[in-house]
């Protein structure tokens, strides 16, 4: 073998990635990070993210996808994985959560210690989630990261469940 060629593909380097630090006062959730691995790589057909959870903290409010899959596969620790009114504990495993399934899902950090994992799943121009415990459905334009929120019976011109008190 002769020496190592320069790769043609992007390395995405721990100091490269783009790192989004969700605090308690962003949202109802608890504070998270979030590597977008993704996004630093440019990739635009599907999402993958390393989500870091403190103890306590969930990885959303309550929601199903219309059109989206997602899969995520634990790295370290373990989470309650939320859906249906159930708590499943998924260690280093994975889920999938597949479009179009009515159920709405989270994941809720319920150790003493962080938990990470991967996430992937489906780019949309644009994409509907549920939110059933909130009234609301999210519909989103992804190219633009446009969020217009209605109640789950249509209703226009109603507010972010994350911007809800006590959500």
């Given at each position: ?38 996004d630093t790589g440019g990739l635009t057909n599907f999402g993958a993210f ?118």
């Open positions: 073998m002769g020496a190592a060629q320069k790769s043609a593909k992007p390395i995405i380097a721990p100091k490269t990635v783009h790192v989004e630090v969700i605090t308690p006062n962003d949202t109802p959730c608890g504070p998270s990070r979030v590597l977008r691995s993704s390393a989500v870091i959870l403190p103890p306590g903290s969930r990885s959303s409010l309550c929601h199903g996808h219309r059109e989206v899959d997602e899969f995520v596969h634990m790295l370290c620790g373990e989470v309650a994985v939320c859906e249906s009114g159930l708590a499943t504990m998924l260690r280093p495993e994975a889920v999938c959560f597949k479009a179009g399934v009515p159920a709405g899902h989270y994941l809720k950090n319920e150790a003493t210690a962080e938990s990470s994992y991967r996430e992937v799943g489906t780019r949309l121009p644009a994409e509907v989630l549920s939110d059933p415990d909130h009234d609301r459905v999210c519909h989103v334009h992804g190219t633009r990261g446009e969020e217009r929120f209605t109640t789950l019976d249509g209703r226009d011109g109603v507010g972010s469940p994350y911007m809800l008190s006590g959500a």
